[in-house]
């Protein structure tokens, strides 16, 4: 089993729409959790942490949960701009990123 | 925000030949840095964790005497791909650790290195 699954889509949106990525990862003793966006032949951008309570930035929604050990990315009211690979990542402390293999979203007009 | 570099973007190289990749923090120093590779549609794949001044660390089906890592200085990692043959044409991104945020460090990724082997 891989240490990070997620559904690789493609999601194919609509400007305006609500999209939402799920990620589970399989070692309970990772610590740090992130989405990062990889645009095409780009390296990876850190886009949000994710914590227990859940935590918001603009548009972009991200929740955890440890005893399910799932982490989900909601995107609200989608750009153009937004159509990229979003990534799941989990670190155990002291340890390098573990990757996700993304998640392809689609943004059109 | 800390900067991190990668030289070159890009390399085309002869099957046999060996390449090296040069990782650089510029504006903060950095005692561990990871190299990472990306092959087409897939996820990034950590090859190996490099610390100032020791031996890198390699993961399970990474050949240390093909991919050579050394850290000689707080501020600079290399990858050394040697011998290089057309499966090692990949996507290969470096990063470093940064400062403490909480308790954890937040790592910054270089641009990448598109080597392609013919």
């Known amino acids: 089993r891989k240490e990070v699954e997620q559904d690789p889509g493609p999601f194919n949106v609509p400007e305006g729409a609500t999209v939402a990525f799920n990620c589970t990862y399989s070692n309970s003793a990772s610590q740090s959790f992130f989405w990062y966006r990889q645009d095409c032949r780009k390296e990876p951008k850190l886009l949000m942490s994710?914590?227990?309570s859940g935590n918001e930035d603009g548009r972009f929604t991200a929740q955890l949960n440890r005893a399910s050990q799932y982490i989900s990315l909601l995107i609200r009211d989608s750009k153009l701009s937004d159509s990229a690979t979003y990534l799941c990542v989990v670190r155990k402390a002291g340890t390098a990123l573990i990757f996700g293999k993304g998640t392809t979203l689609s943004v059109s007009s | 925000g800390a900067v991190v570099s990668q030289h070159p973007s890009r390399v085309i190289c002869k099957s046999g030949t060996s390449v090296k990749i040069e990782c650089r923090s510029l504006d903060f120093q950095a005692t561990t840095m990871f190299w990472y590779r990306q092959f087409p549609k897939q996820s990034l794949m950590l090859m190996a964790t490099s610390n100032e001044g020791s031996k890198a660390t390699y993961e399970q089906g990474v050949e240390k005497d093909k991919f050579l890592i050394n850290h000689a200085s707080l501020t600079l990692s290399t990858l050394t791909v040697t011998s290089a043959h057309p499966e090692d044409s990949s996507f290969y991104i470096c990063?470093?650790?940064?400062?403490?945020?909480?308790?954890?460090?937040?790592?910054?990724f270089g641009p990448g290195t598109r080597l392609t082997v013919t």
């Open positions: 990063s470093a650790n940064g400062v403490l945020v909480g308790s954890a460090r937040e790592q910054y």
């Open positions: 994710v914590y227990s």
